[in-house]
């Protein structure tokens, strides 16, 4: 039996992963199937997470997102478009202008509104959790130095902007653990006021760091790439990606023409592989130890496609329970097992390394510190 060698798996990987449990999200709003995706990225999460400030950030978008759930509830409470089969309350109605026809503030509050509304934001929840999954399971700035040369100065841009939650998350260990030896609160609203401003502050300030230390190595930097190259280079892969987000319309909605659903993502997937391709062969830029993709790497984001292929050949029904009237939502088989699929990078992912100055026998990666009694020597 051989051993496999602790290295830390492709960041685009996990992306990858996350990233194709994001598009199963989309695809339905039955909360047991989106509560199995929350389950399944946060086992995951817990299981491979490495020992960096940011791996904390998991918790923090699943609050993002609970918050999100209820600004759903409550504006659809506000501005809902009218009463359903089952009126649970009914709020003052407020009287508004007619150049606002066809908008209410206040009025009844229907069940089946609300079960709408709250399976909507479920959806938008789950999609935040599983950016937050791969924010805990990689650091931005791996998955920088792989970005392919076409995207690298928009993937510098890109990362800046990401690394603000690690930071965040960071920032929020630590003056919290500042607060505690001063005797202050450093959970509930109490601590707010006294850790937004500072948290906010640290992250933009590293974030602008960060910036400023990868334009002073180099960076974005054009080099000597001929200007018919770069303008090749945009057009192909901007090009690309608006047939494909285009494409995505045509694919959603089913009274739009054939020719614009999988042709055109088929083309603008090639106009943007072709970018690519082009962006490689403009050279100038160089790597510190790249991390490789092997076959954990395919094994992984495998997993994430098959389990957003699979839930998406499951009944529209089964996918999409229906509100009015307000009906059980049921747990499909099918789309159930494909999910489960995506957890097997729990363990098909290899070992990650361990830190330096931990004991072989401490697999947590934790300190071990010696117990001393009182009164001996030290």
Same mark, same amino acid.
């Given at each position: 039996m051989t051993?496999?060698?602790?290295?830390?798996?492709?960041?685009?990987?996990?992306?990858?992963?996350?990233?194709?449990?994001?598009? !199963? +999200?989309?695809r339905?709003?039955?909360?047991?199937?989106?509560?199995? /995706?929350?389950?399944?990225?946060?086992?995951?999460?817990?299981?491979?997470?490495?020992?960096?400030p940011?791996?904390?950030?998991?918790?923090?978008?699943? =609050?993002i997102?609970l918050a999100?759930?209820?600004i759903?509830?409550?504006?659809?409470?506000?501005?809902g478009?009218?009463?359903g089969t089952?009126?649970?309350?009914?709020l003052?109605?407020?009287?508004?202008?007619?150049?606002? +026809?066809?908008?209410?503030l206040?009025?009844?509050?229907?069940?089946?509104?609300?079960l709408?509304?709250t399976?909507?934001?479920?959806?938008? +929840?789950? /999609?935040?959790?599983?950016?937050? !999954?791969?924010?805990?399971?990689t650091?931005?700035?791996?998955?920088?130095?792989s970005?392919?040369?076409?995207?690298?100065?928009?993937?510098?841009?890109?990362?800046?902007?990401?690394?603000?939650?690690p930071?965040a998350?960071?920032?929020?260990?630590r003056?919290?653990?500042?607060? =505690?030896?001063?005797?202050?609160a450093?959970k509930?609203?109490?601590?707010?006021?006294?850790l937004?401003?500072?948290v906010?502050?640290?992250?933009?300030d590293?974030?602008v760091?960060?910036?400023?230390?990868?334009?002073?190595r180099?960076f974005?930097?054009?080099g000597s790439?001929p200007?018919?190259?770069?303008r090749?280079?945009?057009?192909?892969?901007? &090009? &690309?990606?608006?047939a494909?987000?285009?494409?995505?319309?045509?694919?959603?909605?089913?009274?739009a023409?054939? &020719?614009?659903?999988?042709?055109?993502?088929?083309?603008?997937g090639?106009?943007?592989?072709? &970018?690519?391709v082009?962006g490689?062969?403009?050279?100038?830029?160089?790597?510190?130890?790249?991390?490789?993709?092997r076959?954990?790497e395919?094994?992984v984001?495998?997993?994430?496609v098959a389990?957003?292929?699979v /839930?998406?050949?499951g =009944?529209s029904t089964d996918?999409?329970?229906?509100?009015?009237?307000?009906t059980?939502?049921?747990?499909?088989l099918?789309p159930?097992?494909?999910?489960?699929?995506a957890?097997?990078?729990?363990w098909?992912?290899?070992?990650?390394?361990?830190?330096?100055?931990?004991?072989?026998?401490d697999?947590?990666?934790?300190?071990v510190?010696?117990?001393?009694?009182?009164?001996?020597?030290?």
């Open positions: 051993t496999r060698v602790p290295r830390p798996l492709h960041p685009a990987a996990w992306w990858g992963w996350a990233t194709a449990l994001a598009i !199963a +999200a989309s339905t709003t039955n909360p047991l199937l989106l509560g199995l /995706i929350v389950s399944v990225t946060a086992y995951v999460a817990v299981a491979r997470r490495p020992a960096t940011w791996s904390r950030s998991y918790l923090i978008f699943l =609050r997102g999100a759930v209820a759903r509830v409550v504006l659809f409470a506000l501005l478009t009218g009463p089952h009126v649970l309350f009914t003052p109605r407020v009287p508004l202008p007619d150049w606002l +026809a066809g908008v209410r206040g009025g009844p509050v229907s069940l089946d509104g609300t709408a509304a399976y909507d934001g479920l959806r938008l +929840a789950v /999609i935040l959790v599983c950016v937050g !999954a791969a924010n805990t399971l650091s931005p700035r791996r998955l920088l130095k970005l392919p040369s076409a995207l690298q100065e928009a993937g510098v841009a890109v990362t800046v902007a990401l690394a603000f939650a930071q998350v960071a920032s929020v260990s003056l919290r653990a500042a607060r =505690r030896l001063r005797g202050r450093d509930g609203l109490r601590s707010m006021r006294g937004a401003v500072p906010l502050e640290g992250a933009l590293r974030s760091d960060l910036a400023a230390a990868m334009d002073s180099g974005g930097r054009r790439t200007a018919h190259v770069r090749a280079t945009a057009a192909l892969v901007v &090009g &690309g990606m608006l494909m987000l285009a494409s995505s319309y045509a694919l959603i909605d089913t009274q023409p054939s &020719g614009l659903g999988l042709p055109l993502l088929l083309a603008g090639l106009s943007t592989a072709a &970018g690519l082009v490689a062969r403009r050279g100038g830029r160089t790597r510190y130890r790249p991390d490789p993709w076959s954990p395919w094994l984001v495998g997993c994430g389990a957003a292929v /839930i998406g050949l =009944r996918l999409f329970p229906a509100t009015s009237p307000p059980a939502p049921s747990l499909p099918l159930a097992l494909g999910l489960l699929l957890l097997l990078p729990a098909i992912a290899p070992p990650l390394p361990r830190p330096r100055g931990v004991p072989s026998g697999a947590t990666g934790a300190a510190v010696p117990r001393q009694t009182v009164g001996a020597a030290p």
